[in-house]
């Protein structure tokens, strides 16, 4: 591990500002002692969290408890045999059941500030349901993250047009779960970062992801490297449509 980590101390700034990452750990809520690993890790990481899992709310309140960014990881259906997880939102489902759904979910994990997708290749690529999940974001100005899991996803286009800040998932840290692919990735993540000044990586509560993160994010400040909420990295909307959704929002009582 130690022969990992030298080199991010190596890694030239190319950007004038302080590169700046963003770490969302998905897939919290199902087993507690990893989601409580994710809480303690240190800085700034943000905790996505599955809302009708066993700890999820839980984990949320120790999450915010810490100092750390609550998100809501709410599952979306995605292609082939896989089952979608309970609360999920599926292609086809009415908007009233859509709406329902999502609000029950910020019920459930109300330290929640934002959104972005468990899964969801089917869901991301539905521009129908996409405009009535941004238009129920938008209403209590949440802001939506695209975790990207299909080049058709067109959530992150639809969540900026409804007036939504918003991004994208720029690294998968763990699709293969060894030490030597996650730093791979991470390698890449900051290497990103110190060129365009920015990016966002999504890891899983794994073992290996929670061992890797709690040796190198110690050594970011000494890399010139700042690791921030994801909300920090968020893109604004274009003006119009802020302003748009400003207008909308003083003229009706929303929950």
């Known amino acids: 591990m130690r022969g990992l980590l030298l080199a991010l101390l190596c890694w030239p700034i190319l950007a004038s500002a302080t590169p700046r990452i963003a770490i969302i750990i998905d897939d919290i809520g199902y087993h507690r002692a990893r989601g409580e690993a994710v809480v303690r890790l240190p800085g700034a990481v943000t905790c996505a969290i599955i809302p009708q899992t066993p700890h999820g709310p839980r984990l949320a309140e120790q999450a915010a408890q810490a100092g750390?960014?609550?998100?809501?990881?709410?599952?979306?259906?995605?292609?082939?045999?896989?089952?979608?997880?309970?609360?999920?939102?599926?292609?086809?489902?009415?908007?009233?059941?859509?709406?329902?759904?999502?609000r029950q979910a910020f019920l459930r994990i109300p330290q929640a500030r934002g959104v972005n997708n468990h899964m969801g290749s089917v869901l991301t690529a539905d521009a129908t349901s996409m405009n009535w999940l941004m238009e129920e974001l938008a209403l209590n100005r949440y802001f939506f993250v695209d975790s990207r899991t299909t080049p058709e996803s067109v959530a992150e286009d639809t969540a900026r047009r409804h007036g939504l800040r918003s991004a994208g998932r720029d690294i998968f840290l763990d699709n293969e779960r060894s030490l030597l692919s996650i730093n791979e990735q991470f390698n890449k993540l900051i290497?990103?970062?110190?060129?365009?000044?920015?990016?966002?990586?999504?890891g899983h509560p794994y073992p290996e992801t929670i061992q890797y993160l709690e040796n190198v994010l110690p050594l970011l400040e000494q890399a010139g490297v700042k690791l921030v909420p994801a909300s920090a990295l968020l893109?604004?909307?274009?003006?119009m449509t802020a302003q748009k959704q400003d207008s909308?929002?003083?003229?009706?009582d929303h929950f």
């Open 248 to 252: 909308a929002s003083s003229s009706e």
């Open 235 to 239: 893109s604004s909307p274009p003006l």
């Open 191 to 202: 290497r990103l970062a110190k060129k365009r000044g920015h990016a966002i990586a999504i």
């Open 68 to 102: 750390k960014e609550v998100m809501i990881h709410l599952p979306m259906e995605t292609g082939g045999m896989r089952r979608l997880d309970d609360g999920g939102l599926h292609e086809g489902m009415p908007k009233a059941e859509l709406v329902t759904t999502v």
